[in-house]
C-alpha cells in the first residue's frame, strides 16, 4: 500500500500579538485520511492553530501547504484554498437569515455554480445524514444547540472539503446534546475524512482520532497515537494534562533556600484544590524529612532540585516528586530513626530512581481526615 | 390592519384639530376697536410686518411704542390680524385693497398712510455678469417712461383688476445676454401665478427688458427671505419682485431709479367675529379649480417625490461610502468620516441647503434641484451611515467568519451575509429618517424650487385663505410619507425571513 499523501504540511508556524504568542513555533504534517485531535490546557493556541490552517488568521512567520501549495503567500487565492478546507466553529455561525436548507445550498450555489436543483438534492442528502432532514425549511433560530452544529457540519460538507477543522464542536453545547454531534463526527471517521479536532472531550478525542497532538507553549507539545498520549505520555506537562493534574511547582537551587516559604506554599496549594489539612501536613513533614533532613545535609552547598506537588481531582490523591542532580542517592536511606519513622507514616508508597545523573524519588502521601 | 387604519383616522384627525386651533387662535383678549393709525403707536399693540419690508422702517420712525413682530410674507400677516394673533399688520395700501376684492373678510384697511410713500425699483445683483447692467436698466426705464408703454403698464396691472390680460411679448431672437430675473411669484398685480404661469407688473418689465437687451430670459422663483441673498451671490442678474427700497438692502445691492411709489398703511381686524370658512364650495373653487391652480399643487407634488427619492438614493449611497471610511482602521480617515457626519447632523436643513445654494454652487449653472438633492442628500448620509454601522456592528462576527471560511470573498460575503441581517435591524430606523427627510424637503422653496409646499403658498398669495391649502398640504405630505412607508415596509417584509415564509 501506498503511503497517504500529504495534505497539510505546517512549518515553524508562528503567530504573535502584541502581548502574547499563542503559537510559537508549530510543525507538523497531516496526511489524506488523518484524524487528528488537538488537546491541551486553554489558551494554549489550539483554536490559532486551526485559524491559522484556512487563514481566518494571519501567521507572522513559518508556512503553510496545502496540496505542495504555500497558502500564507501572499500571492494565492486564498477563497479558493479555504473552499477545500470546511471549518465547523464553536458557535455554530449559521447565517441566520436563511432557512437550514439555504445555509447548505448557498455556498454549492455562489461559489461552486452548482445548479440550485442539484445543490438542493445534495443538501437534502446530507440532512438525512445527520438527521435534520425535517428541518430544512427552518430557520437556526428554531433549532436547537445540537441540531445548529450538525445543520453547520452538513454545511460543511456540502462543499466536499477535502479536510474539515473543527474548533471546539461541543464546547457551546449543553451536555445532552454533545452526543449526538459526536455521533456524527465518528460518521465521518469512518467514511475516511481527514480531520483536525480542537476539543476538550478526553473520551472522544481518543476514540476517534488516529494521532492526537497535545499543545502547549505555542508548540505541538508531544505527539502520537492515542494510547500514547493517553496511556504513556513521554512528557511531564502532559501527563499533567491527560490525568487533570494541580500543580505545585518549586525550583531550589541553594542550601539556604526560604524553606518556611515553600511550607507556607504548600500549605496553601493544600487549601485551594480543597486537600485535608491531615495530608498537608504530611506533605510538609514528608517535604521537611526528605529534603531538609536526608537531602542538604548530603550535599555541598551545590544543589539543584525540582520538586513538585501534583493533586489528582480523579481520585484525590497527592503525589510528591523530587528531582535532584548529583550522584545517586536515595534519600529514604539517609534518614535517620526518627526522620524515618516519620517519613513512614505520611506515605502510601515511596519509588526511587537514577539515570543520567538525575535521581527521581516519587512519593505518594497517606491521606485521611 | 384593523388596528392600522385606526391610527391612521385618528392621526388625521389630530392634525385637522391642531390646525383648527392655531387658526381660530386662542386666548384672544377684549379689544377696543382701532380707527386711527396713530392710535397704534403704544406698547400693548403688536404690529406685524414682512421680513425686509419698507413698513418697518416707517414704524420704526412713526409708531416708535408699538411692538413689532415679523412674518415671512403679508399673506401670513393678513391670516395673523384675521385671527388676532397681532392688532395690525403694516404693509401697502394697493395690495390690501386687492386682497379685500379677491374676499379677505373680516378686516380691514386704516385711512392714514404712514410715512412717506416709498420707491420700488429693480433690485441689482453687485456681481452681474452683463456689463454696465445699472445703466442699461435705467436707460430702458427712461425709455418706456417716454414712450407710454410705462403707462400702460401701469393701467393694465395696477388699477385693481388682478385678471388683466398679459400681452404678447416677442423673445430676444438671437440674445447676446443670457438674463436671470428672480421673483417671489406672490405678490398679485406686480408677479404671480395665473395658471402655472408668471404674470404681472414685474414680469411684463422683465420681459420687455429681455427682448430691448437682446437677452434671453430666465425666471427663478425665491421666498422672500432668500431673495436678496440669490442676487449678491450672483444666482440672478436682477430682482424684480414688487422690491421695496430699503436703507438695509442698499448695503447688500443696488437699485435702478425708481419705477413707482406705494404707501403703507396699516390693516386691523373688525371688532364683529368672523366666520372660519367662507362658504366651503367657494373656497373649493378658488383654492384649486380657478385658472387650474390644482395643476401647481400636482407640479409640487412631482417635484417633493423626485427631490425626496433622488436624495435617499443618493444619502444610501453616500451613506454606505462613509460607514465604510467609518469603519476603516486609519484614524485619520476614521477620524475625518467622523467629522462630517457630527457636522452634517448639527447643521439646519436650511441653513445646510442655502450654503450649498448661494456659496458653495454659486454662479453654477447646476439646477436647484440638484442642489437640493446634493444636500439633502449629505444630509441623509451621514445619518443613514450611522445606522448601516450600528447595523453592521449588531451582526455577529461569526457570521462574517463562516461565509469566508466556505470561500466567499470578503465583499461577496458582506454583499450575501452580513448586509441582510444588517438591513433587519436598520431598517425601521431608515424608513422614520427617510419619512422626516421628505417632510423637511419642505424648505427647498428657499433654494428657487417649487415643491408642494411652495405650490401652496402660491396659492394662498392669490385666495388670501389660508384654511384649504394648508390643511390639503398636510393631508398630500400625510399620503406621500404613508405611500413610502408601505413601499418600505415591503421591503423590510421580504428582508424578514419569518415573515417571508
Redesign the interface.
Known amino acids: 500500500m501506498d503511503a497517504p499523501e500529504t495534505i497539510i504540511t505546517i512549518r515553524h508556524l508562528c503567530k504573535e500579538y502584541e502581548n502574547v504568542t499563542p503559537l510559537s513555533d508549530v510543525n507538523a504534517e497531516i496526511k489524506k485520511g488523518d484524524v487528528i485531535a488537538i488537546i491541551g490546557p486553554s489558551g494554549c493556541g489550539k483554536s490559532t492553530l486551526l485559524r491559522c490552517i484556512n487563514l481566518l488568521e494571519k501567521p507572522t512567520g513559518g508556512e503553510i501547504l496545502i496540496d505542495g501549495v504555500a497558502i500564507t503567500d501572499h500571492k494565492s487565492d486564498v477563497p479558493a484554498l479555504r473552499r477545500k478546507m470546511g471549518m465547523v466553529f464553536q458557535s455554530f455561525n449559521l447565517f441566520n437569515h436563511m432557512t437550514v436548507i439555504e445555509n447548505i445550498m448557498a455556498a454549492p450555489v455562489d461559489l461552486l455554480h452548482r445548479p440550485k436543483e442539484e445543490a438542493r438534492a445534495r443538501g437534502m442528502e446530507l440532512l438525512r445524514m445527520v438527521g435534520l432532514a425535517d428541518k430544512a425549511d427552518s430557520l437556526p433560530e428554531m433549532l436547537s444547540g445540537g441540531q445548529k452544529q450538525r445543520a453547520a457540519i452538513a454545511r460543511t460538507l456540502a462543499m466536499d472539503p477535502e479536510i474539515i477543522l473543527f474548533d471546539e464542536p461541543t464546547s457551546a453545547l449543553d451536555p445532552t446534546m454533545i452526543g449526538e454531534v459526536l455521533s456524527v463526527i465518528r460518521n465521518l471517521a469512518r467514511q475516511g475524512m481527514t480531520m483536525l479536532i480542537v476539543t476538550h472531550e478526553m473520551k472522544f478525542a481518543r476514540d476517534v482520532s488516529n494521532r492526537v497532538f497535545y499543545m502547549d507553549q505555542g508548540i505541538i507539545y508531544e505527539e502520537g497515537s492515542p494510547e500514547q498520549i493517553f496511556e504513556h505520555p513521554h512528557r511531564e506537562r502532559t501527563r499533567q494534562f491527560i490525568h487533570h493534574l494541580k500543580v505545585m511547582y518549586e525550583h531550589i537551587k541553594s542550601r539556604d533556600f526560604d524553606f518556611m516559604a515553600v511550607y507556607g506554599k504548600l500549605e496553601e496549594f493544600g487549601r485551594k484544590q480543597q486537600i485535608s489539612q491531615k495530608t498537608i501536613i504530611n506533605m510538609q513533614r514528608v517535604f521537611e524529612e526528605l529534603v531538609m533532613q536526608a537531602l542538604i545535609p548530603t550535599s555541598d552547598t551545590e544543589i539543584n532540585l525540582t520538586f513538585t506537588a501534583e493533586y489528582s481531582e480523579a481520585n484525590s490523591s497527592v503525589e510528591l516528586r523530587f528531582r535532584y542532580t548529583g550522584v545517586e542517592l536515595n534519600l529514604i536511606d539517609r534518614c535517620d530513626q526518627i526522620s524515618r519513622k516519620i517519613v513512614d507514616s505520611a506515605l502510601s508508597s515511596y519509588s526511587h530512581s537514577y539515570s543520567d545523573g538525575m535521581n527521581t524519588v516519587i512519593c505518594g502521601i497517606r491521606g485521611g481526615v | 390592519m384593523w388596528d392600522k387604519g385606526r391610527g391612521v383616522n385618528m392621526r388625521k384627525s389630530i392634525i385637522v384639530l391642531i390646525i383648527l386651533f392655531i387658526l381660530t387662535g386662542c386666548g384672544k383678549k377684549e379689544q377696543k376697536e382701532i380707527t386711527s393709525v396713530w392710535q397704534l403707536d403704544d406698547s400693548s399693540y403688536t404690529i406685524g410686518y414682512g421680513e425686509g419690508h419698507s413698513a418697518y422702517y416707517a414704524m420704526k420712525e412713526f409708531l416708535p411704542n408699538a411692538k413689532l413682530h415679523s412674518y415671512p410674507d403679508h399673506i401670513t400677516g393678513f391670516e395673523a390680524v384675521k385671527t388676532g394673533k397681532i392688532d395690525g399688520y403694516a404693509y401697502e395700501r394697493q395690495l390690501m385693497e386687492l386682497a379685500m376684492k379677491e374676499g379677505l373678510s373680516g378686516v380691514h384697511i386704516l385711512k392714514e398712510n404712514i410715512g412717506k410713500p416709498i420707491d420700488l425699483a429693480v433690485g441689482i445683483s453687485p456681481v452681474t455678469k452683463i456689463p454696465d447692467f445699472e445703466n442699461k436698466i435705467n436707460t430702458f426705464i427712461a425709455e418706456i417712461r417716454k414712450n407710454g408703454i410705462y403707462d400702460e403698464m401701469v393701467k393694465r396691472w395696477l388699477n385693481g383688476d388682478i385678471y388683466a390680460e398679459m400681452p404678447e411679448i416677442k423673445k430676444a431672437e438671437n440674445p447676446v445676454y443670457h438674463l436671470a430675473v428672480g421673483t417671489t411669484g406672490e405678490i398679485p398685480m406686480f408677479t404671480f401665478y395665473k395658471g402655472t404661469e408668471l404674470e404681472g407688473f414685474d414680469i411684463e418689465l422683465a420681459k420687455r427688458f429681455a427682448l430691448w437687451l437682446n437677452a434671453d430670459l430666465e425666471f427663478k422663483v425665491y421666498n422672500y427671505g432668500s431673495i436678496i441673498a440669490a442676487a449678491t451671490s450672483g444666482d440672478i442678474d436682477c430682482i424684480m419682485a414688487n422690491l421695496n427700497v430699503t436703507p438695509e438692502r442698499l448695503e447688500s445691492i443696488r437699485f435702478s431709479t425708481t419705477i413707482l411709489s406705494v404707501e403703507n398703511t396699516i390693516l386691523v381686524k373688525n371688532t364683529d367675529n368672523v366666520a372660519l370658512m367662507s362658504g366651503f364650495k367657494d373656497s373649493f373653487l378658488k383654492t384649486f379649480v380657478r385658472e387650474s391652480r390644482w395643476r401647481l399643487i400636482v407640479n409640487g407634488i412631482g417635484i417633493t417625490i423626485l427631490i425626496s427619492i433622488l436624495s435617499a438614493l443618493f444619502g444610501t449611497v453616500l451613506g454606505f461610502g462613509i460607514c465604510a471610511l467609518r469603519m476603516s482602521r486609519n484614524r485619520l480617515v476614521n477620524a475625518v468620516s467622523l467629522a462630517y457626519i457630527r457636522i452634517m447632523q448639527g447643521t439646519p436643513m436650511v441653513v445646510l441647503l442655502m450654503i450649498m445654494f448661494y456659496i458653495v454652487f454659486a454662479g453654477s449653472s447646476i439646477s436647484g434641484i440638484w442642489v437640493a438633492v446634493i444636500g439633502f442628500g449629505m444630509n441623509f448620509g451621514a445619518y443613514v451611515s450611522e445606522m448601516i454601522r450600528t447595523g453592521i456592528l449588531a451582526v ?1 462576527k ?2 462574517m ?9 470578503k465583499p ?1 460575503a458582506f454583499m ?2 452580513v448586509l ?2 444588517a438591513a ?1 435591524h436598520f431598517l425601521p430606523v431608515y424608513q422614520g429618517e427617510f419619512i422626516s427627510m421628505v417632510k423637511m424637503t419642505s424648505v427647498v422653496g428657499y433654494i428657487a424650487i417649487q415643491d408642494l409646499t411652495k405650490a401652496s403658498d402660491i396659492i394662498r398669495s392669490r385666495t388670501f385663505e389660508a384654511f384649504f391649502p394648508l390643511i390639503t398640504t398636510a393631508v398630500i405630505y400625510f399620503i406621500i410619507a404613508w405611500l413610502l412607508t408601505r413601499v418600505l415596509t415591503m421591503l423590510q417584509n421580504r ?1 424578514d ?2 415573515r417571508k ?1
Open positions: 455577529d461569526g457570521q467568519e463562516a461565509a469566508l471560511a466556505l470561500g466567499y470573498t461577496h450575501k451575509i441582510p441581517q433587519r428582508l425571513p419569518r415564509k
